[in-house]
């Protein structure tokens, strides 16, 4: 679907004249961004690790759960860290388990569960599990805010629950002994968007404020500021990888952690690092790892695990110090993304193929995959809905069961939705923008589509919801140069509500096209603006019939065509070279 280009607004000249120091499209980036006094563009153009991170004890149950910790591990109880098995919650997963050890706990360990076998959070099978075998501590990590029952069975066994979460809040809190959560109600901490990655750190600094209190040292001999900040790399990973609005808080602890990421000492992700490309043979990075780094290269490889074999994989990765095993982990897991990447392809045409032949012109998709892996229903939902610009449940159908994963567009909260809904899920859980659930009943199936269907008619009257594309300003390209790159650098890590800038060049002459890449399915362009001066742009996945620009461009352009083009500025290096890149996001003829 072609989307509505909408070019922002520029600031004001009295918000330019109040910052003159700034360059006049930073200004209007900050302005389009919402951050406006000068308190705000301090914090987020030089955010202050000492500054703008929040004390923990800001938590209202903060103290609640540090002290059942250290009870825990003064009397040497078994701990269990429940996480779950994305980026996020192995991120916080390691987060925890490193700070436990490091603490003295002597009994702990780590549950994550299968993604087919054991479902999203906790499960009664589980908490019996573990209660058969000693738990005494269960600390869930992004997951629990609704497990009501599961956490009311833990209770019965004699089980203390600590929640560290951060996804949508059910009607119903849990019955656990203390709940890290940003948005419960009742909560006053400041910063609502933290990931479960996130949540978990707000948790070890809690632990570690409490213990260097105490004059206590930690077993590894580091110092605990220092072995905070060692930390900071698996926080970045979670809330890149988790798509929370890296503003506030979250963009902090990105920063910092993008250089730990940059020099981390784990053993593990210098050889995934290494598998991917990232570094050479010696460990030298190729290029400085970015937010981009962590959204496309590092967290689809630990999701890997979890979702074609087990997230296991990913965490042991993450922890060990072993150099033999890090390379066969590593290896591992990116055997798993490869895998995963050509089942993906092969799914989605077949979802493809399922629209085309009878709900091109529903409202809301639904894909039915029988026997589809449960592991990647969310990725092809996401593509799915990329495409058709509709919510979109992709649902797998393995025996009797129903697994399913769905994505959704700007103005229909798809969580709220199934909340509304209860009464056919087994479980469910998500974010306004994604979900995840599994069916109670297989004969229940269209029923559910046409209550969700409605659902979303309801949600929906009255908005347009054609696609728009926002656009940060129109420039000529003779003016897109390094010291322009180098005064947008400040603005990353990119991400959620502070995306990488967009510019709107118009009236581009072509002079050049190039399919590249090994299946051709990408398109340089070599472009005149309003010079002789040629510039090259980068198309991914022009040359691509399943593309979301509606056709194969390499097939409708032709040399003395002109477009006009939206585009990110990047950095191409090779070689010890480096140039500027224009990355196309979107093009047409021009008028």
Request: net charge negative.
């Amino acid at each position: 679907m072609n989307k509505i280009w909408k070019l922002l607004s520029s600031a004001p000249q009295s918000f330019l004249d109040e910052h003159p120091e700034l360059p006049t499209i930073a200004a209007n980036l900050l302005f389009n961004r919402n951050i406006l006094t000068q308190e705000k563009i301090d914090e987020f153009l030089n955010p202050d690790y000492s500054k703008h991170v929040y004390d923990p004890y800001l938590f209202k149950d903060m103290d609640k759960a540090t002290d059942r910790i250290f009870l825990a591990i003064k009397n040497n109880e078994k701990i269990t860290i429940h996480g779950d098995y994305d980026a996020d919650g192995v991120s916080a997963s390691v987060i925890l388990s490193d700070t436990l050890k490091a603490l003295g706990a002597s009994q702990v360990e780590v549950f994550l569960p299968h993604r087919e076998t054991d479902g999203y959070g906790l499960n009664k099978k589980t908490v019996q599990m573990l209660a058969d075998t000693g738990t005494k501590l269960i600390i869930t990590c992004d997951c629990g805010v609704s497990n009501f029952e599961e956490i009311e069975l833990a209770n019965k066994n004699k089980i203390d629950v600590i929640v560290t979460d951060h996804h949508a809040v059910p009607e119903k809190l849990p019955p656990a002994l203390a709940i890290i959560h940003p948005k419960v109600p009742g909560e006053t901490y400041p910063d609502q968007g933290l990931a479960g990655g996130a949540v978990a750190f707000k948790l070890m600094q809690g632990l570690l404020q409490k213990h260097k209190k105490n004059g206590l040292t930690l077993l590894n001999g580091t110092t605990h500021d220092g072995f905070e900040k060692w930390l900071l790399d698996m926080a970045a990973i979670a809330s890149v990888a988790d798509m929370v609005p890296l503003t506030g808080e979250s963009r902090t602890l990105s920063k910092f952690g993008l250089v730990v990421l940059n020099k981390t000492k784990r053993i593990g992700l210098q050889k995934l690092l290494l598998e991917a490309r990232l570094v050479e043979e010696n460990g030298k990075a190729k290029k400085e790892l970015d937010a981009g780094t962590i959204g496309f290269q590092i967290a689809p490889r630990i999701n890997a695990a979890g979702r074609m074999n087990h997230a296991n994989v990913a965490y042991n990765l993450l922890t060990t110090t072993d150099p033999v095993e890090a390379a066969e982990l590593a290896h591992d897991l990116n055997k798993n993304n490869e895998d995963r990447q050509k089942m993906t392809e092969k799914l989605v045409k077949e979802a493809v193929a399922q629209v085309e032949k009878e709900q091109k012109e529903n409202p809301v998709l639904f894909i039915i995959g029988v026997g589809w892996s449960t592991g990647i229903v969310g990725l092809i939902a996401g593509k799915i809905k990329d495409k058709y610009y509709k919510p979109t449940l992709v649902l797998a159908i393995n025996n009797n069961d129903i697994t399913g994963s769905g994505r959704s567009v700007d103005g229909f909260n798809i969580i709220e939705a199934l909340q509304k809904m209860p009464k056919y899920f087994a479980k469910f859980g998500g974010h306004p923008m994604a979900c995840g659930f599994s069916f109670k009943e297989k004969t229940a199936l269209e029923e559910f589509k046409n209550d969700f269907t409605e659902e979303f008619k309801i949600q929906t009257a009255g908005l347009d919801l054609t696609p728009s594309l926002a656009i940060d300003a129109e420039v000529d390209l003779d003016n897109i140069d390094w010291p322009l790159y180098d005064s947008l650098e400040k603005f990353e890590p990119f991400g959620q509500t502070n995306e990488k800038p967009k510019f709107l060049a118009k009236n581009l002459q072509i002079v050049g096209l190039e399919p590249i890449g090994k299946d051709k399915k990408h398109l340089r362009i070599m472009v005149k603006h309003n010079s002789l001066k040629v510039r090259k742009t980068i198309g991914w996945n022009l040359c691509n019939e399943n593309n979301c620009h509606c056709c194969d461009w390499g097939k409708e352009l032709k040399i003395g065509d002109k477009i006009d083009l939206v585009f990110e500025m990047d950095v191409n290096e090779w070689n010890g070279n480096k140039e500027l890149q224009l990355t196309i996001v979107d093009l047409r003829i021009s008028n």
